[in-house]
């Protein structure tokens, strides 16, 4: 769900509501940074704005346990700072904010028509910023309850040993997180050394309960109970 802050109108206001005729130069596609960014310059310089997103504002960051590469942030803080300071800034330069998911885009004569299922915003030019989602291994066993793509949907017990696949920035940012939240850590890496960035990797060998293991290529996920 969308937080509803007294600062930013149009996000506890559906666009089933909205007049029929009602038209806007740009739709923005996410409110991740990228589409939080977007939609508040363009609303800075004068166009009818509506940010489409379908579930929180400031998207992928919001998983982040230290952000320490935005230029203002320092010392390194939360990802959740990011969010506030994205909000603060829709606050100043608020779009319509739209709490839908985006689910087609139709031509029309003079631009175009944003799906959201059962309704439609009509728009002269869009902006997609929907991000990234989790890299596949695409290998047997994937979609196992136990194998997860993204940190917030791991639920296991306090000292559970979690396989974490893979060693870049993403990957060593949620490991520590699961570390410092009480779980045993098994980085699983194809060769070499974590590629994440210096920070992290000093963070990590720090740690207790924090294996790295190299020459680990997996090639399929099994249930031990069947
Ligand atoms: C654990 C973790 C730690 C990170 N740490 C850092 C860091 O320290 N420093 C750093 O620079 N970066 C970090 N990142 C990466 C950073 O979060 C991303 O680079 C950034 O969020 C990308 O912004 P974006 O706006 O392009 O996309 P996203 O943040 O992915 O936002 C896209 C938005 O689009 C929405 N959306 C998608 N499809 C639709 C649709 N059909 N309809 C409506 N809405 C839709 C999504 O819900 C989402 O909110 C981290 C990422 C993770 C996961």
Known sequence: MVRIPPHVPGLDNPVKQRPEDEKYDIGVIGLGPAGVTAACELVRYGYSVVAIEKETIGGLIHYARAVDNFPGISPSSPGQVVVDMLWQHMGGFPPKVVNAEVTGIYTTG???DISLGESAITVKSIILATGTIP???EVPGEDLPWVHHIWTDVDVGEDALVAVIGGGDVAADQALSLNENGKQILM??????????LVLQSDMEVMEDFIIASGIDVLRFEDRNG
């Open 135 to 137: 890299d596949r291994l």
């Open 188 to 197: 699983m890496l194809k060769s070499g050394v974590p590629r994440c960035n």
């Open 110 to 112: 003079s631009g175009y």
